[in-house]
């Protein structure tokens, strides 16, 4: 069956630090990856997709970026975090259908 | 044009009521739509989903009414249950090749409680 992972699940990070978040997809191959923000418990703003190694597509400009090093692994990157980078990042896969399934998330607080 | 507009913002009912959550959409070519379930600290989990060629899909007590010509569809919760307290998402998506395929816009949550 096919499994994400996502970490860390917590994060605490202060104003102009890095930030790396990584997702794994077990049990498919050459997933649709995404990467969605919510913030306050809301609703789900989609930040980056891809639809193979190498390809990221990004919804909005903002103070992050993403990478598909490999074919099951999407990583959310920023070089300097800004207050408004915190909140509950998700990553989620689909095969080419519909369903979408995603990961426990990953909380953000940047200080 | 890309929009879902979901209501209410967030809904109370009391155990064995049926909570409805109303979404409406702009874009014609939306062909799927899915409601997602999360709980809190959770990511959303896939609860049901409709094509606009079915008027009504049912799974236990949750159910999806949809109304093509109107561009609405909303959920409903029969006998809610105070574990059903969660946040719930309508999306939509369309069909079609290239990178637009697959992708969900969602509305912006209900929150739902059932008190005991």
């Known amino acids: 069956s096919q499994t994400i992972h996502q970490w860390p699940a917590t994060l605490v990070q202060p104003v102009g630090s890095p930030l790396s978040l990584e997702c794994t997809v077990e049990?498919?191959?050459?997933?649709?990856l995404y990467w969605y923000r919510q913030a306050a418990g809301r609703g789900l703003q989609l930040l980056f997709y891809?639809?193979?190694?190498?390809?990221i597509s990004s919804e909005v400009p903002q103070n992050l970026s993403a990478s598909r090093p490999q074919d099951r692994q999407f990583i959310l990157s920023s070089k300097k975090l800004l207050l408004s980078d915190s909140g509950f990042y998700l990553c989620a896969w689909s095969i080419r259908g519909r369903e979408l399934f995603f990961g426990e998330g990953s909380r953000l607080t940047v200080l | 044009q890309q929009q879902v507009k979901q209501s209410p913002q967030s809904l109370i009912v009391q155990k064995g009521g049926i909570p409805i959550i109303n979404c409406a959409y702009e874009?014609?070519?939306?062909?799927?739509f899915p409601w997602y379930q999360q709980f809190p600290g959770k990511g959303p989990a896939l609860l049901i989903a409709i094509r606009p060629d079915v008027s009504e899909k049912k799974e236990g007590r949750f159910t999806i009414s949809f109304n093509k010509s109107a561009k609405q569809f909303s959920l409903h919760i029969m006998d809610s249950q105070p574990g059903d307290s969660a946040t719930y998402f309508c999306a939509a998506s369309k069909s079609g090749g290239g990178t637009s395929y697959g992708k969900l816009t969602f509305g912006q949550g209900t929150i739902l409680t059932v008190h005991p």
């Open positions: 049990g498919t191959s050459n997933p649709n």
């Open positions: 891809s639809v193979g190694i190498g390809q």
């Open positions: 874009n014609t070519a939306f062909d799927y």
